[in-house]
């Protein structure tokens, strides 16, 4: 056999081996999970902080350049509005952030009124020094510095007197809940530098007494048996390795990294897909209305 056709062969047998091993089920699911959604969206309608000084439960959005942040608003937003919305813009072919500036994002829960919590979605992480959000204005965002519609700027931080900077923040302006994106099946294409990044936001979270959570998406895209059934993303073996090893990379613990398939080409709404997303957005709720009632 020529040497040609002996790497086509372990090329093959390689790839078997993967496709084989990313469509492996354990018998029962490794987290149990509620697929009622009905629970899950009664506690979003009825949710009011209980510190008096905010309005809004705050929940920032971080991770890498095209990680699904903003497709992750649009799906909270379409399954609480019960059709498909697009209002955070995204974009599936730049290579680089389509968010440039900061935003906060209101949900609607009646003509005059919002649900009780906010996302504020951010610039993404890029390996390059001179790309993608800093690492400073990042935390400058969690203690509220950054004033909502400030465009971000690569190569200089945002500095106190600087148009965006908000001098003053109370808590309501302040960051409640971190929340790190990333698409479940990069997790082991991550860089050093990028990683570094996320990594030093986090330990800055935590010195601030923030809650941090994570959210890994396309999960259809990485196991052909979640593909096939929604319900078997925590009976998948490859999808439970990537938890494993993303909790080592960011020193979060596995309880707190979630797994969700956010709408993007789908016209319809799934139950199931919703119950995902709930259970996530439930659990960022939960650790945001603890950190302000331990203030």
Known sequence: MHDVEVL????????????FFASALFSQPW????????????FMRTYQPQNQEVNHLRILLHGPVGAGKSSFINSVDSILQGRIMGRALTDAISGTSFTRKYKTYKIHKGPDDFYSFVFNDIM????????????E??????????EDGYQFCPSQKLTEGDEGYRSSPTLDDKVHVLVCVLPVGSVSLLSKEV???MREVRLAATNMGIPQLAILTKVDEACPETNKNIKNVYKSRYLKEQVDKFSSLL???????????????DAIMIDDKD?????????????????LNDL
């Open 8 to 19: 086509k062969c372990i090329a093959l047998t390689m790839s078997t081996c993967v496709i």
């Open 31 to 42: 987290r149990n999970l509620s697929w009622n959604k009905q629970e899950d969206l009664d």
């Open 124 to 135: 993404g992480f890029e390996k390059d020094t001179n790309t993608g959000v800093l690492v």
């Open 137 to 146: 204005d990042v935390k400058l965002a969690l203690r509220g510095h950054v």
């Open 195 to 197: 990683v570094k990044k």
């Open 251 to 265: 020193g979060l613990p596995q309880d707190c990294i979630f797994l969700v398939k956010n709408y993007g080409t």
């Open 275 to 291: 119950a995902l997303i709930l259970n996530a957005l439930g659990q960022m709720i939960h650790f945001g209305e603890d950190f």
